[in-house]
């Protein structure tokens, strides 16, 4: 589910945001462009720079169709490294400050790739879910304009990032199953559950994180936000809660609704269980998935931090000084705290479910 909720919102990005764009400069402009010719690279005699001579045809914005020839400079870090080819689509930069057009490339065009892999991707839902799926892709885009234009908007006006993802994630919470499973005992159970576990993952993560004393800056994007034009001061350690709650969301969300739509199908075989007999059944389901679903955050959060591993490890460090690392540790709380609001929700789904399942059907 996190995974999807990163597509979404790639794909709402993409589709809202032009690529003639000003920069913070009026006479700099970003502008979609296309490689006519370029040269093999070659390397400055004098500087040791690496370059190729290009022929770039801007495709968008004032130049459009106009052609230059640019010297293009390839830097030695690999991050940043350009090497472009004759149909390669770039992101070009227009430089007018000083009465002369500069060009430059400063990336790929990825635009379209992701889009078309975005189509495939929800239409593939739509194809197998058929009317679930249509309801799925609706969520999705629900959540997506949540977060697009309530919590991180709200962030960047002040407000406590905290209380706002938590009402948030209560509300993405409600839409999803309510446009999933209807308005019904199964719907209401997931609800609550779902929402008790991940408030028991941020208030644990909250209060690991203030005793462990970690600073919610162990990633360059958060001290980056330092600098940002609105000059906003953020509380950091909030917005690292913040993100332990929204990125727990999706897994506690997928238990819930397991849990409670097990209990009410295994209510319908047999009317005859009564509300223990639920509950167990409910908590046998909880177990089988509880492995993988923990599973599925610990590997996650994992899987983002491996180029950082792979450094401890081929610089020897010792296991004691890399669990202390601010960054490591904020990980290991965050897939932690995750892990128990996930754990968490399966007793509280499998009783209210068994509750009102029965409850509604007496």
């Given amino acids: 589910m996190r995974k999807l909720l990163y597509i979404l919102m790639i794909i709402i990005s993409i589709t809202s945001i032009s690529f003639s764009e000003e920069m913070n400069d009026e006479n700099i402009h970003t502008e979609r462009g296309i490689i006519l010719k370029a040269s093999e690279v070659k390397v400055d005699d004098t500087s040791s720079e690496k370059y190729q001579m290009v022929d770039v045809k801007i495709t968008s914005g004032e130049y459009k169709d106009e052609t230059f020839s640019i010297v293009h400079y390839i830097p030695e870090n690999m991050a940043y490294s350009i090497i472009v080819k004759k149909g390669d689509k770039v992101v070009t930069v227009l430089d007018n400050m000083d009465g002369e057009l500069n060009v430059g490339i400063s990336d790929f065009v990825r635009k379209d790739k992701i889009l078309y892999m975005a189509l495939l991707f929800i239409f ?3 194809l197998i879910g058929r009317v679930k799926g249509i309801k799925a892709a609706i969520t999705l885009f629900f959540t997506m304009f949540l977060i697009l234009k309530v919590l991180l908007p709200g962030i960047l006006n002040g407000y406590n990032p905290i209380w706002l993802t938590i009402g948030v994630s209560i509300l993405i919470t409600v839409i999803t199953l309510v446009i999933i499973g209807g308005i019904n005992s199964k719907s209401i159970s997931a609800i609550v559950g779902t929402t008790l576990g991940v408030v028991i993952a941020g208030l644990l993560a909250y209060y690991v994180g203030a005793t462990a004393k970690l600073t919610g800056l162990s990633s360059e994007e958060a001290m980056m936000l330092m600098y940002i034009p609105q000059e906003i001061k953020f509380n950091f350690k909030s917005l690292l809660f913040s993100g332990i709650i929204m990125g727990a969301l999706g897994a506690v969300m997928d238990v819930a609704m397991s849990i409670s739509s097990a209990i009410e199908e295994i209510y319908k075989a047999n009317e005859a269980m009564t509300k223990k007999e639920l509950f ?15 599973n599925t ?28 690392l601010d960054i490591v540790a904020t990980e290991i709380i965050r897939s932690l705290a995750g892990s128990i609001g996930l754990v968490m929700t399966i007793p509280i789904t499998a009783f209210v479910a068994s509750f009102l399942i029965k409850k509604e059907n007496i």
């Avoid at 059944?281 to 089988?288: E, L, P």
């Avoid at 590997?299 to 000084?321: H, Q």
């Fill in 297 to 324: 955050l610990i590997l996650a959060y994992t899987g983002s931090s491996i180029p950082l591993l792979l450094l401890f490890m081929a610089y020897e460090n010792s296991l004691v000084k890399i669990l202390n």
């Fill in 124 to 126: 593939l839902i739509i």
């Fill in 280 to 294: 167990m059944s409910g908590m046998n389901v909880g177990k089988d998935v509880m492995g993988t679903m923990s």
